[in-house]
Structure formats: C-alpha cells, structure tokens
Nanobody, 124 residues
Framework: QVQLVESGGGSVQARGSLRLSCGAS???????MGWFRQAPGKEREGVAA????????YYADSVKGRFSISKDNAKKSLYLQMNSLKSEDTAMYYC??????????????????WGRGTQVTVSS
C-alpha cells in the first residue's frame, strides 16, 4: 500500500511563504509526482509536477514564478516552495504520485496515489 503524507500547511498572510513536504513510501526516483489543490466548491487543479527522473517540472500558469517543486529521492520526499502567496492560493493541497511517466502531469486522472492533504490559508 503506497502512502503519501503531506505536511507544512498553515495560515500565512498574503505575500508570505510556506514550504509543503510530502513523505512517500514508494521510490520517488521512478515516480512522477505532483501537487494539486482544491478550494471549497471548486475542482481539484494541478499546481506543479515533476518528472520521474526529476529533470522536468511543470507549473500551472497561476503559480509560475512563485512556486517551485522539487524532490529528494534519497529521502523519498517531495516539496513545494510557495512564495508571494495570494488569497486565491487558499486551498487544501494534495501530494500525488504515479509510477513512471505520465502524459499529462497536471491532470488529476494521471495519478493513482494520493495523500490526505494539508490546508493552506492565505489571508489578505
């Protein structure tokens, strides 16, 4: 059973920063991994993703230049550095993983494994 556990969420003021972490029980080196978010009443959306080899990253337009995804394969961990946070970034953030490569890394359907989420609240 693959487990993904997120941490690092919290409340922050606008223009502040947070760093989310996700601990995984599968090999992150051979997995495509992503961060997704879902706000109340909205669909889950892809925020950022990183390829299995780690050489390619993907970002939603809304977070480009503000968020950075990375992973530490030795620690089986995924990270999301979020800077210049805005109130519209408020959501539950989820870590996701898929073994191997995926064709659409920012689409939720591409991932089989999900964490339970960590809440991020940005106040203006």
């Amino acid at each position: 059973q693959v487990q993904l556990v997120e941490s690092g969420g919290g409340s922050v003021q606008a223009r502040g920063s947070l760093r989310l972490s996700c601990g995984a029980s599968l090999s992150t080196y051979t997995a495509t991994m992503g961060w997704f978010r879902q706000a109340p009443g909205k669909e889950r959306e892809g925020v950022a993703a990183i390829s299995a080899g780690g050489g390619t990253t993907y970002y939603a337009d809304s977070v480009k230049g503000r968020f950075s995804i990375s992973k530490d394969n030795a620690k089986k961990s995924l990270y999301l550095q979020m800077n210049s946070l805005k109130s519209e970034d408020t959501a539950m953030y989820y870590c996701a993983a898929a073994r191997g490569g995926v064709s659409q890394p920012l689409m939720p359907d591409a991932y089989k494994y999900w964490g339970r989420g960590t809440q991020v609240t940005v106040s203006s």
